[in-house]
């Protein structure tokens, strides 16, 4: 019974007051029964709208040589290590014949999503689904820094023998629409559960000195070193489907760490995400669509950053690679959450997808800051092989010239933030340091929280505490926005999920 409510429950008390005021008492009697009858309905939940869910994954492996991304130097390919795919999940609630709302998130193996890549897949899709609400469709990248480069005009590029850019991102974008309409033909009615484990991967990857510098990968066997600087997430937030035969069809994985084990070379290759892929789907089946959503970890890595030795000694004693050490551990998080998880299914839960575009300030160069990168930029203006290094400086010198002429334009992004169920996903197109990613975990009301960065290409998100030891990362060169709008981007996603939570019962 609701709290606060109480009847007479006296037997003497109420045949007492119905003697001396019958008419009144049976008026009461009916009220009563009434209102009781108007909470009974009012805490029944109405019935649920019924989950539809589809899943595909596409294989995005250039057949030709491409430039990889992710380095200051050109790097050609030069073989295939492992496939890059992209796999495409869409969640659709639905009354009867009717969608009440749906999403579409497709997680890459590429180094960021850049721009125009996202409206191209968005394009393709409509004109194949019209029925597919194209601002509900979103991409994220695993941040593999051995996948093709997807920009026009980052390195010098030879002119025959390699794929360019251009051409790759048309490839691409091909394959990831034909992956979201197998995704949407396949949908059917299913049933989702999450859980979380625990897998020790992100490790924070900027040292900090005496002096108060830091630097990313910084050396921490020097006299000088004083400690790691920021936090580390060890917390795996996974999701699962399954259809309606209790299959497992898909599932979401959400390490805040991009993956950067491997980091080099000449072979195209998905870095741990490929182990990862391989184990599960040895355990539960061929088919099984997995999902990669780097958790904010722009200030992480998966290797070690002190005790090297001993995890060399360990992975070796077992007879492991690095990639297969850390797919290891995201495996036995994922199977400590799916334990559990695939006891409480789910089949009628709350769907809501909210989209919005974010305005934040960019951060402003300082005088300091544009006097150097003039400097710096000059060495490489006129070495057509430098043109990273020169475009790296020349940009901070342009964003200082429209800062100062007042034509600056405003940081964009687009955000979006579901509730599935108990669940709430959060997305921003940073390398979102971890600071900012546990912040919203811990103000989110949903049971679990699973932040999502590279959703677009918005560079680094320092802390102020990152931004005052500096190094890569932290510098004006690698962030177009600072630590006052990281905390605005906090503040207004806790709001959006807030929202939710509020309004959709």
């Excluded at 009974?40 to 990889?68: K, Q, S, Y």
């Excluded at 051995?146 to 590029?157: C, D, H, I, Q, S």
């Amino acid at each position: 019974m609701h709290r606060g409510w109480k009847l007479p429950s006296d037997p003497k008390i109420m045949k007492y007051q119905a003697t001396l005021h019958p008419q009144r008492t049976h008026r009461a009697g009916t009220r009563r029964a009434t209102a009781l009858l108007f909470l009974v309905l009012a805490n029944f939940p109405a019935p649920a709208a019924e989950l539809w869910i589809g899943a595909a994954t596409t294989n995005i492996t250039p057949d030709r040589p491409v430039a990889l991304d992710g380095h200051r130097n050109l790097r050609i390919s030069n073989t295939v290590e492992s496939p890059l795919t992209a796999t495409a999940l869409v969640v659709e609630s639905r009354t009867g014949d009717t969608t009440t709302d749906q999403a579409t998130i497709v997680s890459c193996d590429i180094v960021a999503i850049r721009p125009g890549v996202l409206e191209k897949v968005r394009a393709k899709v409509q004109s194949r689904r019209p029925d597919i609400d194209g601002r509900k469709v979103f991409l994220c990248a695993t941040h593999t820094h051995n996948a093709p480069v997807t920009l026009e005009g980052r390195y010098a590029l030879p002119a025959t023998g390699v794929m360019k850019p251009a051409e790759y991102v048309e490839f691409m974008t091909d394959r990831i629409a034909l992956g979201i309409d197998e995704a949407w033909r396949k949908r059917q009615p299913g049933r989702v559960g999450w859980g979380q484990g625990q897998a020790v991967v992100a490790q924070n990857r900027r040292a900090l000195y005496a002096d108060g510098s830091a630097k990313m990968y910084g050396a921490t066997q020097s006299a000088d070193f004083r400690r790691i600087e920021a936090v580390e997430d060890h917390n795996l937030e996974v999701l699962f489907f399954w259809d309606a035969q209790d299959r497992l069809v898909a599932t979401a994985l959400n390490p805040p760490c991009p993956a950067q084990e491997a980091e080099g070379g000449l072979a195209i290759h998905a870095d741990f995400w490929h182990p990862v892929r391989e184990s599960l789907r040895a355990r539960h089946g061929a088919e099984l669509c997995i999902l990669a959503w780097t958790g904010a970890g722009g200030d992480q890595t998966s290797r070690p950053m002190f005790g090297k030795a001993a995890d060399t000694r360990m992975r070796k004693l077992r007879g492991l690679t690095r990639l297969q050490e850390v797919a290891r551990r995201i495996v036995n998080g994922w199977e400590e959450a799916y334990s559990a998880a695939q006891l409480d299914q789910r089949a009628g839960v709350v769907l809501r997808h909210s989209v919005e575009n974010l305005t934040l300030p960019h951060r402003q160069v300082t005088a300091a800051e544009v006097a150097e990168a003039r400097q710096e930029a000059a060495k490489y203006a006129r070495n057509p092989a430098q043109q990273w290094n020169y475009r790296w400086y020349q940009g901070v010198v342009e964003r200082f010239e429209a800062q100062q002429a007042g034509t600056e334009v405003p940081f964009e992004m687009e955000l979006h933030v579901l509730r599935l169920g108990d669940v709430a996903i959060a997305t921003n197109p940073f390398e979102l340091f971890t600071d900012y990613g546990i912040q919203m975990k811990a103000r989110s009301p949903a049971v679990q929280t699973f932040v999502v960065q590279l959703t677009g290409s918005g560079g680094y998100l320092p802390t102020e505490l990152a931004v005052r030891g500096g190094g890569y990362g932290a510098v004006i060169q690698s962030s177009r926005v600072g630590p006052d709008g990281g905390q605005m981007l906090v503040d207004r996603t806790v709001e959006a999920i807030r929202a939710l939570w509020s309004t959709a019962q």
